[in-house]
Nanobody, 121 residues
């Protein structure tokens, strides 16, 4: 199984910055991708940013130019630098990890517990 532990988040004003971090652990052979999803009240969980093991990165249109996703620690930790935050960025941010396990190479998915980001106007 794959576990994801998040840190960061909080309450900021419009235009300020925050940094989220996520560390993956478990019986992992290779981490295929790490990403962040945002869930606002009464909404579905939507992709914010994702980085794959080959370096390919995807951002939602709403955060392009403001958010930056990166990985370190042999790819087990992902960071999301969020700049110029807006009220519409408010929500619970969940870390997502896709990884294979060593014995059969099966793909597993893990989610973090979620961290609240609130941007006041």
């Amino acid at each position: 199984q794959v576990q994801a532990v998040e840190s960061g988040g909080g309450l900021v004003q419009t235009g300020e910055s925050l940094k989220l971090s996520c560390t993956a652990s478990g019986n992992i052979a290779e981490i295929k991708s790490m990403g962040w999803f945002r869930q606002a009240p009464e909404n579905r969980r939507n992709l914010v940013a994702q980085i794959q093991s080959n370096g390919w990165i995807e951002y939602s249109d709403s955060v392009k130019g403001r958010f930056t996703i990166s990985r370190e620690n042999a790819g087990t930790t992902a960071h999301l630098d969020m700049n110029n935050l807006k009220p519409e960025d408010t929500g619970v941010y969940y870390c997502n990890v896709l990884a294979t396990e060593p014995s059969r190479g099966r793909l597993f998915e893990g989610w973090g517990q979620g961290t609240q980001v609130t941007v006041s106007s």
